[in-house]
């Protein structure tokens, strides 16, 4: 249990918890990108629009 003076320091800097959720999302999201980087540049990308007839099933 927390004292009564004690306060997070998201708080105390007046941010919330979801700032430092999204700041460690960033920072896994750029150590992948370094880990894994030669790999993701060998990824295609999808450059022609996809018929929404075949993609229904039609």
Do not use: C, N
């Given at each position: ?9 998201a708080s105390m800097l ?19 990108r370094r880990t894994l ?22």
């Amino acid at each position: 249990m927390q004292h009564p003076h004690q306060r997070s320091v998201a708080s105390m800097l007046g941010l919330s918890d979801g700032f430092w959720v999204g700041l460690q999302a960033d920072y896994d999201a750029a150590k992948t990108r370094r880990t894994l980087g030669a790999a993701l540049e060998r990824i295609l990308r999808f450059t022609q629009p996809v018929d929404s007839e075949r993609r229904a099933g039609a």
